[in-house]
């Protein structure tokens, strides 16, 4: 796989020896490539990403995967708060309002390329491959409704919900049920608190349900019916299930 390394971004610092296991997905929401590459490779911005891919499908490798570069923020996933130090970013050239506003078939097939490559490579998790939108819920929506995750189940990079058998899912309700869980907003806050999703403030404050709802939603939109809540609370069930028995 060939990678532009003429542009390299000083955004970055030491991951502390720390094993990298997730990759987290974003768009940029700037105009274009350079004026991405000249942010995320700007002193003043703080922000940095190790790859950014471009609507024709070009690769720019801006920081080494070895250093921790800042694509995260304010971030959570299985009690991990520092995401950065374990993960890979990688930045679209994809903005929902401008002109860029296509994930171009040359785009995301070298996503999947790349994805594919940093998967062996570091031995990552088909359910490790993240949106920044999964692990800042509250804060985030890149890389937003639109961003073709079919593609990578498609390409086996990510697991496929969906596929979960029937019979998984009733022993992980009745787990709940064996436990005098009944509620199904209790259920449904607890599923994904395992699956990863920061939920620490979400018992408390009611407006954060909807948004970790309205967060997750957006991420699997591409699954039947997802307007209505009973499905949610189906797919979230098939989710855990498929969770706890993948590796
Ligand atoms: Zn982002």
Same mark, same amino acid.
């Given at each position: 796989?060939?990678?532009?390394?003429?542009?390299?971004?000083?955004?970055?610092?030491?991951?502390?020896?720390?094993?990298?296991?997730?990759?987290?997905?974003?768009?940029?929401? @700037?105009?274009?490539?350079?004026?991405?590459?000249?942010?995320?490779?700007?002193?003043?911005?703080?922000?940095?990403?190790?790859?950014?891919?471009?609507?024709?499908?070009?690769?720019?490798?801006?920081?080494?995967?070895?250093?921790?570069?800042?694509?995260?923020?304010?971030?959570?996933?299985?009690?991990?708060?520092?995401?950065?130090?374990?993960?890979?970013?990688?930045?679209?050239?994809?903005? *929902?309002?401008?002109?860029?506003?296509?994930?171009?078939?040359?785009?995301?097939?070298?996503?999947?390329?790349?994805?594919?490559?940093?998967?062996?490579?570091?031995?990552?998790?088909?359910?490790?491959?993240?949106?920044?939108?999964?692990?800042? *819920?509250?804060?985030?929506?890149?890389?937003?409704?639109?961003? *073709?995750?079919?593609?990578?189940?498609?390409?086996?990079?990510?697991?496929?919900?969906?596929?979960?058998?029937?019979?998984?899912?009733?022993?992980?309700?009745?787990?709940?049920?064996?436990?005098?869980?009944?509620?199904?907003?209790?259920?449904?806050?607890?599923?994904?608190?395992?699956?990863?999703?920061?939920?620490?403030?979400?018992?408390?404050? *009611?407006?954060?349900?909807?948004?970790?709802?309205?967060?997750?939603?957006?991420?699997?939109?591409?699954?039947?019916?997802?307007?209505?809540?009973?499905?949610?609370?189906?797919?979230?069930?098939?989710? @855990?299930?498929?969770?706890?028995?993948?590796?």
């Amino acid at each position: 796989m060939k990678y532009i390394t003429k542009y390299k971004s000083t955004n970055y610092n030491s991951r502390k020896n720390s094993k990298i296991n997730l990759i987290i997905i974003h768009y940029t929401a @700037l105009k274009n490539t350079m004026d991405a590459i000249s942010h995320l490779c700007s002193k003043e911005k703080k922000v940095s990403s190790h790859y950014l891919i471009s609507q024709s499908g070009i690769v720019y490798y801006l920081v080494d995967d070895k250093y921790r570069a800042w694509h995260a923020g304010k971030a959570f996933w299985q009690d991990i708060v520092d995401i950065n130090s374990v993960s890979i970013g990688i930045e679209l050239d994809y903005n *929902p309002d401008g002109k860029n506003n296509k994930f171009s078939f040359k785009m995301i097939s070298s996503l999947k390329k790349l994805i594919f490559k940093l998967k062996k490579k570091y031995k990552i998790s088909k359910k490790n491959i993240l949106a920044h939108s999964d692990i800042a *819920p509250f804060r985030k929506k890149d890389p937003g409704k639109y961003f *073709p995750w079919k593609a990578l189940y498609s390409s086996k990079l990510i697991t496929n919900i969906e596929q979960t058998k029937n019979g998984d899912v009733k022993i992980i309700e009745n787990w709940f049920h064996n436990h005098n869980i009944f509620s199904k907003k209790k259920i449904i806050i607890l599923a994904l608190s395992l699956i990863g999703y920061d939920t620490r403030q979400v018992y408390k404050k *009611p407006k954060l349900y909807s948004e970790l709802l309205k967060a997750y939603k957006s991420r699997y939109i591409y699954y039947k019916n997802m307007s209505k809540n009973k499905e949610v609370y189906i797919i979230i069930m098939r989710h @855990l299930a498929n969770f706890l028995l993948t590796k």
